[in-house]
């Protein structure tokens, strides 16, 4: 069993940035995939990045390109989302997610552990 907790969110204007933070406990940490997804108003939960158990390889949603960073600190069982120029489309709750599976990356329903979420509110 894995417990995740978000934290970092809130309310920031168009262009600024934002780092989340995900806490894991219950599991050795860097023997688990680590992700964030995130869920808008309205809108189904969808994937944003990933990162692999070493932190050697990211994976992206198109839409957070260039713009966020996935990272992670296996000393700290903490995994992070730099985010920067937000965009009121930014909008969501976000909320990180852990897989036992090496191989996950973007299917929501591969994880197996989630977080309860962090709000985010990108104004313009």
């Known amino acids: 069993q894995v417990h995740l907790a978000e934290s970092g969110g809130g309310l920031v204007q168009a262009g600024g940035s934002l780092r989340l933070s995900c806490a894991a406990s219950?599991?050795?940490?860097?023997?688990?995939?680590m992700a964030w997804f995130r869920q808008a108003p309205g809108k189904e939960r969808e994937f944003v990045a990933r990162?692999?158990?070493?932190?050697?390889?990211?994976d992206y949603a198109d839409s957070v390109k260039g713009r966020f960073t996935i990272s992670r600190d296996n000393a700290k069982n903490t995994a992070y989302l730099q985010m920067n120029s937000l965009e009121p489309e930014d909008t969501a709750v976000y909320y990180c997610?852990?897989?036992?599976?090496?191989?996950?990356?973007?299917?929501?329903?591969?994880?197996?552990?989630w977080g309860p979420g962090t709000q985010v509110t990108v104004s313009s």
């Open positions: 990162i692999s158990r070493g932190g050697g390889r990211t």
């Open positions: 997610a852990a897989s036992n599976n090496i191989m996950v990356v973007s299917a929501l329903q591969d994880y197996d552990y």
């Open positions: 219950g599991r050795t940490f860097s023997n688990i995939v």
